[in-house]
T-cell receptor
Framework: DAGVIQSPRHEVTEMGQEVTLRCKPI?????LFWYRQTMMRGLELLIY????????DSGMPEDRFSAKMPNASFSTLKIQPSEPRDSAVYFC??????????????FGEGSRLTVL | AQRVTQPEKLLSVFKGAPVELKCNYS??????LFWYVQYSRQRLQLLLR??SRESIKGFTADLNKGETSFHLKKPFAQEEDSAMYYC?????????????FGAGTQVVVTP
């Protein structure tokens, strides 16, 4: 298994443009997480899905951010319109969450976003 | 809100010296605690979890519920231990899978 796959690895865009980040979780995992990493705030959980259903999106910073998981093998994180303060590394992670046992999170390599 | 505090942003130690990374968490129920590590040019990955009670790469971490701490320790640091370390805790009953991470501690081991 290639692990969690994210694309693009790097994205440079101008303020106001729409950005779409993509994630393919590990096959068989039932939970998917989107994190944002910055120097100032470290790793912040944006949203997580369980069985393709968004469970907690309280970390999504603004309405400009949206995430979808149309099926068990694909998720997107969209920023529209993008702003310079959105510049960060965005990580996707997946796990197999069973009842009250927190499964190990497997992370992708991240998508480095720069908004000019 | 659940919080995880890692007070040290940077730890610089000499090879062979002991290293301890501090982690404190906000109390709420009985969370699971984890240490994740990110080596240079590698993915963030699980190092150890408190329920396993095992030593990984010479690292151990003891959960102290009284002090709500989960400090990571290694008696003799090696150069390959240089990495970014994150402490994390699970959520509460209704959001069990929600891992909250600390800000991270950069460890630099010098020869």
């Amino acid at each position: 298994d290639a692990g969690v796959i994210q694309s693009p690895r790097h994205e440079v865009t101008e303020m106001g443009q729409e950005v779409t980040l993509r994630c393919k979780p590990i096959s068989g995992h039932n939970s998917l997480f989107w994190y944002r990493q910055t120097m100032m705030r470290g790793l912040e959980l944006l949203i997580y899905f369980n069985n393709n259903v968004p469970i907690d999106d309280s970390g999504m910073p603004e309405d400009r951010f949206s995430a979808k998981m149309p099926n068990a093998s694909f998720s997107t994180l969209k920023i529209q319109p993008s702003e310079p303060r959105d510049s960060a590394v965005y990580f996707c992670a997946s796990s197999f969450l069973l009842a009250r046992n927190t499964g190990e999170l497997f992370f992708g390599e991240g998508s480095r976003l720069t908004v000019l | 809100a659940q919080r995880v505090t890692q007070p040290e942003k940077l730890l610089s130690v000499f090879k062979g010296a002991p290293v301890e990374l501090k982690c404190n968490y906000s109390y709420s129920g009985s969370p699971e605690l984890f240490w994740y590590v990110q080596y240079s040019r590698q993915r963030l990955q699980l190092l150890l979890r408190h329920i396993s009670r095992e030593s990984i790469k010479g690292f151990t971490a003891d959960l102290n519920k009284g002090e709500t701490s989960f400090h990571l320790k290694k008696p003799f640091a090696q150069e390959e231990d240089s990495a970014m370390y994150y402490c994390a805790r699970s959520g509460t009953t209704d959001s069990w899978g929600k891992l909250q991470f600390g800000a991270g501690t950069q460890v630099v081991v010098t020869p």
